[in-house]
């Protein structure tokens, strides 16, 4: 899986990862995160989710980190807002008011690019990357967010089963990439209904992700 494997994606329409809705995931636990109003949340391979409309409802500024510029000007279509554009090094940086979209890999989004965040918003992220990256992902998001708290939702099922992405996300391995410098906790455990792509039961879960030393 590499680079134009998402390029192709969305370029065909073939984005089954792509919610016809705002994630009720959200609505439901955001206000677990410590956040306030006009916080900045950052959404890491953020597409053209309706979840960012969402939260700049409710008052929030909001940045993301997307590869497919194609996605990213069908998200600023969709917000009916005229961006402007300029290239940060090796990233295109999309931005109008309380929102800032950078194209491209987002292991080329530094602290300096990004910028302050209060908390991160991972729906797609985490689950999208295989085994081999997500250990360097983790590192990074923490890295560029100075270990702002997080909301992750991800799904657990047999691997052997069905081919990510998504690909299965186990409490081990979060505990292995995050416990150092989070406390992590389950919010919600579910069925999927009629199982993931209908091809294997899984369970979807959401997990906050609280800095260590905010809550000493």
């Not at 955001?30 to 950052?42: G, Q, S, T, W």
């Not at 602290?111 to 992220?125: K, M, S, V």
């Not at 406390?183 to 800095?211: F, M, Y």
Request: with cysteine; proline share 4%.
């Amino acid at each position: 899986m590499d680079d134009n494997f998402w390029h192709d994606r969305w370029e065909k329409n073939e984005i089954p990862f792509h919610e016809s809705e705002v994630n009720s995931h959200l609505i439901n636990n955001f206000n677990k995160l410590p956040i306030k109003e006009n916080n900045r949340i950052f959404i890491p391979l953020c597409g053209k989710t309706l979840d960012i409309g969402w939260l700049l409802s409710k008052g929030q500024s909001v940045a993301g980190a997307e590869l497919s510029e194609f996605a990213v000007n069908e998200l600023f279509k969709q917000l009916d807002v005229a961006p402007c554009i300029k290239v940060t090094g090796s990233l295109k940086h999309y931005s109008a008011p309380n929102i800032d979209i950078y194209v491209g890999n987002i292991f080329d989004l530094t602290q300096e690019i990004l910028g302050h965040i209060d908390a991160i918003y991972d729906r797609g992220a985490y689950v999208a990357l295989p085994e081999t990256i997500r250990s360097n992902y983790s590192q990074h998001l923490m890295h560029i967010t100075k270990n702002a708290s997080q909301l992750l939702i991800a799904y657990e099922y047999n691997q052997s089963l069905m081919k990510g992405p998504p690909f299965s996300i186990a409490l081990n391995e979060l505990e292995n990439n995050y416990q150092e410098i989070y406390e992590i906790s389950n919010s919600v455990s579910q069925d999927v209904d009629g199982g993931l792509k209908g091809k294997c039961t899984a369970k979807e879960n959401v997990w906050i992700l609280k800095e260590r030393e905010l809550l000493e």
